[in-house]
């Protein structure tokens, strides 16, 4: 080339590219940091915690005649656990408690481990 490039050209359509065996250096764990330091970085992301007590499904029409006192049927029973969603994915159930004049619920069945990364996927 005529700017000074000493790179060399060879026409590829003659030549036969073969593959080669690739080697990699060992890896070493001298500099790696524990795997519970690691996590320390997720700790402080926000996530969306749920406490859903049931569903229905209406009409539009429904909807619109809705008023003070309108009673609307849910799916669950009364007395039935309440389902704890984070981020939408169930993470456990529970029973509604009153602490301190405040509404809250009382973990009776968290889901596994396992079953939640099987939610993940």
Known sequence: MGNGDSTAQTDSSNDEVSPQPTSFPPVDNHGAVPANKNIEFVLDIPLQVTVQIGSTRMLIRELLQLGQGSVIELTKLAGEPM???????????????????KFGIRLTDVVSPNQRIQQLG
């Open 83 to 101: 389902e704890v969603l984070v981020n939408n994915k169930l993470v456990a159930r529970g029973e509604v408690v009153v602490v301190n004049e």
